[in-house]
């Protein structure tokens, strides 16, 4: 006979347990941490409320980077409620430049005022009259 050992299996129903059997007999027992180290273990509600929020962020920044590619797909009464939100820091360069548009437009005004004048006075009409 060999030194295998034979297990007993109980039938089904009856109220006899099988015997524990350590199946690896021979391994050593694992060390613990010493009183000065700190585990994490990574399971429970904190680390998934951690996860969670990550993955919300990670989605929120995504869809604010790409906000040019889709957001003019959407609906125009959800683009609009958007876009305040996700427009939000890319006006800065438009904004200048309505400025300075503006500021020309500006001093083409004056000088149009000035020529208006200067014919107002030297044809002794109006400019917006008829002949």
Sequence with gaps: MTDEKKTHIPKTGSKET????DPKPDHKAEKT?????TV???S???WKLISVL???LALAVSSYIAW??????LPTVVRTLLAPVMDAGRTAAVTSRVDALTMRMTVVEKDLSIVK???ATKDGRCVGERL
Excluded: E
């Design 18 to 21: 099988a015997p524990v059997v």
């Design 33 to 37: 941490p010493t009183a000065g180290t």
């Design 40 to 42: 994490i273990v990574k």
């Design 44 to 46: 429970g509600a904190p």
């Design 54 to 56: 990550f993955l919300l």
């Design 68 to 73: 040019p590619l889709w957001g003019p797909s």
């Design 117 to 119: 004048a200067a014919l």
